[in-house]
Nanobody
Framework: VQLVESGGGLVQPGGSLTLSCAASGRILSVNTMGWYRHTAGNGRELVATITTAGTTNYADSVTGRFTISRDNVKNTVYLQMNSLEPEDTAIYSC?????????????????WGKGTLVTVST
């Protein structure tokens, strides 16, 4: 599975930005897509995830400000980020997980995008 991210950039505090991540390749009907962010101080942390059924999960720090959504036909996940704060500055990486059947049983496979930089600053 290949992941292509877009939408990062520079935005002022209080502003908005939307990230997109398109998946291609051997994609099963049940999977989870999401966003993680990386900073030098906090390492990698979950931002939000969404399953093919639409179940979402958010980090406490972004709840109420960020909204994750997806288009299952396009295999694309979106992250709408509002009321951005300087603390949201990070490299945002798209994540894709699905369970694949093997001879030994179900095996969870995971893929990462290259990451896109979001900078919140005046």
């Amino acid at each position: 599975v290949q992941l292509v991210e877009s939408g990062g950039g520079l935005v002022q505090p209080g502003g908005s930005l939307t990230l997109s991540c398109a998946a291609s390749g051997r994609i099963l009907s049940v999977n989870t897509m999401g966003w993680y962010r990386h900073t030098a101080g906090n390492g990698r942390e979950l931002v939000a995830t969404i399953t093919t059924a639409g179940t979402t999960n958010y980090a406490d720090s972004v709840t109420g400000r960020f909204t994750i959504s997806r288009d299952n036909v396009k295999n694309t996940v979106y992250l709408q980020m509002n009321s951005l704060e300087p603390e949201d500055t990070a490299i945002y990486s798209c994540n894709f997980k699905q369970d694949v059947a093997t001879i030994e049983g179900m095996n969870r496979v995971e893929y990462w995008g290259k990451g896109t930089l979001v900078t919140v600053s005046t």
